[in-house]
Structures are given as structure tokens and as C-alpha cells.
């Protein structure tokens, strides 16, 4: 069965300094991965996704991640936070693309 | 193009009650997801359904919880007999039938059990 853990329930970072989220699944097979953010009182808006080919995936609001196969490990990075960034974080993973594991989420603020 | 689009956003009912969470899918998708989400947990895999067949039903619970993607209208998620325990926030997700791993999500029911 696939799990994925997200080690750090909060994170929190100063406005304009870099942040990574980490996230390690495990799996025997090869799996899709993705991340998602949520907004307070919202629903989850996928941030990217790595499905196959290149390692380092970029997605939308200057985010990206890179697929680590060793180390079971898709990490999501941003080299400069905004305040709009304040949000839930959650990764997941799917062996066929139907039913998604989700990690418990990491609470992201921005400190101005 | 609207996106998933769920109703009610807000649902109170009394133990013992039914409760019923409708999913509209975006247009062009075929398939439908429904997760719950506990408070300060990630979301949980319930079900999946294309229209008029259940797909994967391993995550729903054995007793009072049911749910449909009829042929026409929308997908429901049925909760009979509410327990307090059933209070979480329920969503809803599609996927064209050709990227299934590409899941769209609603923006949520929340479901509270006095």
C-alpha cells in the first residue's frame, strides 16, 4: 500500500526567504505524485504534478519540486515567499491515477 | 469553463439525521472522487464512481454511507443515521476520462453533527 508522509506540521518563514515542504511517500511501484494547496474554508488547488520524464517539475505561483526516486522523496520548494502563500500544503500520491494518498498537510506561514 | 462545483458548502443536521452532499463534476469529466477530510487530518480516499457504476468503493465505511453518479444530474454522497463522528469536510473531485490523475477538487461540504 502507498502511504505519504509530510514531516513538518508547520513551517514557518519570513516573507521573501526561501522554503522547502518535505514529502516522502512510500511504494514499491512507480507512482504519480502531486502536490496540492489549500486556502482557508477552501478547496485543494493543484500546485503540480510529476507523472513521468524530468525530475524537477515546475507548477504555478513559483513553485516547483523535484522527484527524488532513491530517496523516495518529492520536496516542494519556492526561492522567495509572499504572504499570499500562507496556506495548507498537501502531497499525494497514486499508483493508477484513481484513488490519491494524501499526507496529514504542512501549515505554511509567511511572517511579514 | 465552471469548475466542481459542490452544495450544500454548509450542513448542520441532528444524530440520526440524513445527510445528503451533492457533487456537480466539471464539464467533460466522466469520473468522480469523493474524499473526507478530519479536522487537522489530510484527506481520505472514500470512493470513486463513473456514471452509474461504482469504480472503487474502499474507503467508504460498511454502514450508512452510500453513493451514486447517476446518469444524469449530479454525484451524491449519502450519510444515514449522522453520528457526531461524521463531522468533516467532504469534497468532491472529477477527472476527464482520458487523465484520470488529473483530479480536480470542489471546494468542500462541511458537515456538522450536533
Known amino acids: 500500500a502507498q502511504s505519504v508522509t509530510q514531516l513538518d506540521s508547520q513551517v514557518p518563514v519570513f516573507e521573501e526567504a526561501p522554503v522547502e515542504l518535505r514529502c516522502n511517500y512510500s511504494s514499491s511501484v512507480s507512482v504519480y505524485l502531486f502536490w496540492y494547496v489549500q486556502y482557508p474554508n477552501q478547496g485543494l488547488q493543484l500546485l503540480l504534478k510529476?507523472?513521468?520524464?524530468?525530475?524537477l517539475v515546475k507548477g504555478i505561483n513559483g513553485f516547483e519540486a523535484e522527484f527524488n526516486k532513491s530517496q523516495t522523496s518529492f520536496h516542494l520548494r519556492k526561492p522567495s515567499v509572499h504572504i499570499s502563500d500562507t496556506a495548507e500544503y498537501f502531497c499525494a500520491v497514486s499508483l493508477t491515477g484513481n484513488q490519491f494518498y494524501f499526507g496529514t498537510g504542512t501549515s505554511l506561514t509567511v511572517i511579514p | 469553463n465552471a469548475g466542481v462545483m459542490q452544495n450544500p458548502r454548509h450542513l448542520v443536521r441532528r444524530r440520526g439525521q440524513e445527510a445528503r452532499l451533492r457533487c456537480s463534476p466539471m464539464k467533460g469529466h466522466s469520473h468522480v472522487y469523493w474524499y473526507r477530510q478530519l479536522p487537522e487530518e489530510g484527506l481520505k480516499f472514500m470512493v470513486y464512481l463513473q456514471k452509474e457504476n461504482i469504480i472503487d468503493e474502499s474507503g467508504m465505511p460498511k454502514e450508512r454511507f452510500s453513493a451514486e453518479f447517476p446518469k444524469e444530474g449530479p454525484s451524491i454522497l449519502r450519510i444515514q443515521q449522522v453520528v457526531r463522528g461524521d463531522s468533516a469536510a467532504y469534497f468532491c473531485?472529477?477527472?476527464?476520462?482520458?487523465?484520470?490523475?488529473?483530479?480536480?477538487f470542489g471546494p468542500g461540504t462541511r458537515l456538522t453533527v450536533t
Open positions: 510529476y507523472l513521468s520524464g524530468s525530475t
Open positions: 473531485a472529477s477527472s476527464p476520462p482520458s487523465r484520470v490523475y488529473e483530479q480536480y
